[in-house]
């Protein structure tokens, strides 16, 4: 006997086909389970998953990361190798990506790519064009190498935090668009700075400013030092948090208007009323666990919450392991134990940008002038909150 047409309507396998073809509520759930990469490609599928995906999107607000360490099977740079397997499983579009890698092996010698036998440079434009690929287009991708690098690992909010001052390792932090919540990036060099170029910058008469990571790159050359001054000047006197360092070269995005070997800074503007930050200055006398974590513990002064909270380390080069008498990953370790779920991310570097300020809705601990933003032998340690 033939099969009557609402037989199979009526069959779980057509009663499923109705439910992901007409209830919204359903296919909405279901999504939330989707990596981004997926979700984007299941739009295709129909207007009600195409509308209940943009929807999912919307809501993914809390931001992620990728780190690796160690060297990389690939011939690629160890973060690299991660973020192309790691990029597929993120539930997040990404807006704005911070990465960061060591200098020594991004800048190393001669490698293989993709099995060419032509050798090439871990800084090689095709390594950098590899990572763009990853990302969505319209993604604000600032890469930075330095002399040593500080990740969490990968998906843990709670993971032991890690000061790698030696070795291959690397982290991209990924900025979903966020309620509440603007993150520009910004570049200059001594051809590009000005009032105006700072203003359309958000760096200076911008009321909503709350917090300003900032990297200067070639700082040793001549004119370089008057050339950062001019950039914290205006920034000293507003009610932002300043943190960041002297780096040792920015990848990404490519530089167009400067001479290879120029100097100049990079860096990104967090604004709204969302955004909230705190850091603390471990001086030069803090030279022991006892005393690096008493530091770290002003911070709790903030009240940050926890969620959707970063932690930056921006150190010296002479800091670490040696600075402790052998004792390894001790700043690190004391900022996980005053804030064992907020992860931790920075850099060590040739020099430091930062001071003890709090910034939440308009009150600000301290003020600075442009002197005291610029440290050597010290430790930035710093909070960003994201609402």
Not at 154 to 167: A, D, N, T, V
Request: charged share 20%; proline share 5%.
């Amino acid at each position: 006997m033939d099969e009557s047409p609402n037989c199979s309507a009526s069959s779980p396998d057509g009663k499923v086909e109705y439910i992901l073809s007409n209830v919204a509520e359903v296919v909405e759930r279901i999504l939330l389970f989707v990596p981004t990469k997926s979700l984007l490609r299941v739009q295709s599928v129909c207007r009600l998953w195409r509308n209940c995906a943009r929807r999912v999107l919307r809501t993914q607000q809390r931001l992620t990361w990728v780190s690796a360490c160690g060297p990389s099977s690939s011939g690629v740079h160890a973060l690299c190798s991660s973020l192309a397997q790691e990029v597929e499983k993120v539930f997040l579009l990404p807006k704005t990506v911070l990465a960061m890698v060591d200098c020594d092996a991004f800048n190393g010698h001669a490698y293989c790519y993709r099995q060419n036998k032509a050798k090439k440079s871990r800084h090689s434009p095709d390594t950098v064009e590899e990572l763009n690929l990853l990302f969505p287009k319209g993604c604000n991708i600032m890469g930075i190498a330095a002399p040593g690098i500080v990740l969490t690992p990968s998906g843990s909010y709670s993971g032991l935090s890690q000061e790698h001052q030696e070795g291959e390792a690397g982290y991209a932090i990924m900025f979903p668009s966020m309620e509440g919540v603007q993150i520009s990036s910004f570049h200059f060099c001594k051809k590009t700075i000005s009032q105006t170029s700072l203003q359309e910058a958000g760096l200076v008469d911008n009321p909503e400013l709350r917090v300003v990571l900032m990297f200067v790159y070639e700082a040793y050359k001549s004119g370089a030092a008057r050339f950062l001054n001019q950039v914290l000047e205006p920034l000293a006197k507003s009610k932002a948090l300043i943190a960041g360092g002297l780096v040792e070269s920015v990848f990404s995005p490519p530089r167009q208007c400067c001479s290879h070997g120029a100097y100049g800074v990079v860096g990104l503007t967090l604004s709204g009323p969302r955004v909230q930050g705190a850091s603390v200055l471990l001086e030069q006398d803090v030279s022991s666990p006892k005393e690096a974590e008493a530091t770290i513990r002003r911070l709790k002064a903030a009240k940050l919450p926890e969620g959707n909270t970063l932690g930056f380390m921006f150190a010296c080069v002479g800091r670490g392991q040696n600075y402790y008498n052998n004792q390894s990953n001790v700043e690190a370790d004391a900022f996980r134990k005053v804030f064992p779920n907020t992860p931790l991310f920075g850099l060590f570097g040739n020099g430091e940008i930062g001071c003890d300020r709090i910034v939440k809705d308009d009150y600000t601990l301290c003020d600075a002038d442009t002197d005291s933003l610029q440290h050597e032998y010290t430790t930035v340690m710093t909070l960003v909150h994201l609402g």
